[in-house]
């Protein structure tokens, strides 16, 4: 999806991800959005060409509120995926209104470190009805999905740097 939205805006998907490839591999290595933050600038600033001023918000504010991977997509999914083993019905209209706002809410107080999203689903969950053993049985991959995961949160607040400096004409 970040390769779309760059496209569409004019930015080379392929050079932009040859230019972030670094901090991509350091966020899927350290599990960590926070831990991120300064070589997101950097990458941001001296190889996108994105002000200081717009790279250091998007940097920061990605790692502590726009985490849609692992305060978004994750804690939806896992409740999606939970919700039938109880009788619930996923696809209710109202049952994913309420599940939108609920992880929309709780990923704010979501912190950008490892195993972050963890946390997201503990809140997410018993706010959403559904038991919270079944987080137990995927500890045990959780640091291989939050890899991923983490590589997509830096990405998003990247693509939401470029973005906002392409559309106020700052690069």
């Avoid at 918000?57 to 999606?80: D, H, K, W």
């Amino acid at each position: 999806v970040h390769g779309l939205l760059l496209g569409i805006n004019g930015v080379s998907p392929l050079k932009y991800f040859r230019k972030v490839w670094p901090v991509l591999t350091f966020a899927f290595t350290s599990r960590s959005s926070a831990a991120s933050i300064p070589l997101n600038v950097e990458a941001q600033t001296r190889r996108l060409g994105v002000p200081e001023s717009i790279a250091s918000f998007a940097a920061s504010f990605g790692a502590t509120i726009g985490q849609n991977g692992c305060a978004g997509l994750y804690p939806a999914m896992l409740a999606v995926m939970v919700a039938p083993t109880v009788g619930i019905n996923p696809l209710d209209p109202m049952w994913i209104a309420t599940l939108v706002g609920i992880v929309t809410v709780s990923s704010a107080g979501v912190a950008g470190v490892g195993g972050g999203a963890t946390f997201a689903a503990l809140i997410v969950l018993p706010a959403m009805g559904l038991p919270v053993t079944l987080v137990a049985l995927l500890i045990s991959v959780e640091p291989l999905i939050d890899m991923g995961r983490t590589a997509l949160n830096v990405s998003g607040s990247m693509t939401a740097g470029t973005l906002t400096s392409q559309w106020l004409k700052q690069t």
